[in-house]
């Protein structure tokens, strides 16, 4: 990909098989799923056939073997549609089973990616929790070893994917008494367990993505889904929030581009005293604003997708410029998502705030993404962090 985002004539096949999915299958449905708060009953094994499932994965385990700028390519094009829809798909893809597989056996990974790409299963990630949003650290689910078992006990609450997930990674302290270094991962098929609850979350965006507040008590994982190594989840937890900071961006982008343009279509359309309100300067203003901070965001968002598929270890975390790329890129483009979306809106008038139109859903999507994957307060921490370490390089 060059720096102009000229894509490859794949990356095009991707973008445009995508998008006309999104338009023709999608779209028609996304009025009525959108009031009743529902996703879409086929929605993962439609992406299945159009092979958007397992984008970053191996062939040998149904996926399409590219990287990450493919995989936020697609979330972009399909946020042109549903940003909540989209970062549905992000949660299971790159959240749950890219992180998965990342740091699974290879055993492990034959027996669950093919059924990630499938959409067979539908997947979920387990981090925040009712009392440690941002400061994720500070986790109290526990997992008690008790002979070749685990028993889990806590909650984690804003779980994407929760309501409808076949599979789960989650985070619990194995070792209490060592704080960050006393937590580990473990993985789980929801169906194989007992002594765990979801609860469905109401939300004012992000509606047809379902959430929930994820409850265990007493339940038994045995010893083998522990995965990465025993109190080493800090490093399976940071090594996942660079690629999804990153390919999560798609997710706002599609919706910024939407904002942009149903509005400039809108104002063409729209005569006011006589005109069209797109002549008027206080209208192309917002338009032109629009315009320049999605193409900003898209540069932020595009070039550290490309500089994460050129490493060798795409890990990230603390102390790398990856980390620093990746939260700059999502603290960008989710603030700049609300601001285009409020403008849209203001654009729209009366019309905006009306269900039916499409513009409206587009904005109240937005809000998340200065909220999830870590705050843009937190995001701001990160980027201070990585300019001030002493053997950050001006390579800006």
Same mark, same amino acid.
Not at 83 to 107: H, I, K, Y
Not at 235 to 255: P, Y
């Given at each position: 990909? #060059? ?8 990356? *095009? ?12 299958? +999608?779209?028609?449905?996304?009025e ?10 086929? +929605? ?5 056939e ?34 909540a ?11 749950? !089973? %890219?992180? !998965? &597989? ?6 492990? *990974? ?18 925040t929790?009712?009392? #440690? ?14 002979? %070749? ?12 994917n ?44 992000m509606?047809?993505?379902?959430t929930?507040?994820v ?26 929030l ?19 343009? +149903?509005?400039l ?34 540069? +932020? ?7 994460? %598929? ?33 403008? #849209? ?39 201070? *962090?990585?300019?001030? &370490? %002493? ?6």
């Amino acid at each position: 990909m #060059a720096l102009d985002f000229t894509f490859t004539d794949e990356q *095009r096949m991707l973008e445009d098989s995508v998008l006309k999915w999104a338009n023709t299958w +999608l779209e028609p449905q996304m009025e009525h799923m959108y009031e009743i708060d529902e996703m879409p009953k086929d +929605l993962f094994k439609q992406m299945g056939e159009l092979g958007i499932n397992g984008i970053a994965f191996d062939e040998k385990y149904g996926g399409a073997g590219l990287g990450y700028v493919e995989t936020l390519l697609a979330y972009e094009t399909i946020a042109r549609v549903s940003n909540a829809l989209s970062m549905t798909v992000g949660a299971s893809q790159t959240l749950c !089973f %890219d992180n !998965f &597989r990342r740091n699974a056996t290879e055993a492990q *990974r034959a027996y669950v990616l093919p059924k990630a790409c499938t959409g067979e299963w539908i997947g979920c990630l387990g981090i925040t929790e009712p009392n #440690a949003g941002s400061d994720a650290m500070s986790m109290a689910t526990k997992a008690e070893k008790k002979g %070749d078992k685990y028993i889990i006990n806590g909650s984690k609450i804003f779980i994407t994917n929760g309501p409808v997930a076949q599979f789960m990674v989650f985070y619990a302290k194995t070792d209490p008494a060592a704080g960050p270094k006393g937590i580990s991962t473990f993985f789980f098929e929801v169906d194989k367990v007992k002594g765990v609850k979801f609860e469905k979350i109401k939300k004012w965006g992000m509606r047809t993505s379902p959430t929930a507040l994820v409850t265990f008590e007493d339940m038994e994982v045995p010893e083998e889904n522990l995965i990465g190594g025993l109190n080493k989840g800090v490093a399976v937890l940071t090594s996942g929030l660079c690629t999804e900071r990153i390919t999560l961006s798609g997710c706002t982008l599609g919706g910024q581009r939407s904002c942009l343009e +149903l509005s400039l279509k809108y104002a063409k359309e729209r005569v006011q005293f006589g005109k069209p309100i797109a002549s008027f300067q206080t209208i192309q203003e917002k338009l032109a604003n629009m315009y320049c901070g999605y193409k900003a965001g898209k540069f +932020l968002a595009y070039s550290a997708a490309a500089y994460c %598929d050129s490493l060798t270890n795409k890990s990230g975390g603390k102390g790398t410029d990856l980390d620093r790329m990746a939260a700059a890129s999502l603290l960008f483009n989710g603030e700049m998502g609300t601001k285009i979306g409020l403008d #849209a809106i203001q654009i729209f008038g009366g019309y905006g705030y009306c269900t039916e139109y499409a513009i409206s859903r587009h904005f109240l999507d937005q809000k998340l993404w200065e909220i999830g994957a870590g705050t843009s307060e937190i995001r701001r921490m990160i980027i201070a *962090r990585e300019l001030m &370490r %002493d053997d950050f390089k001006s390579g800006l």
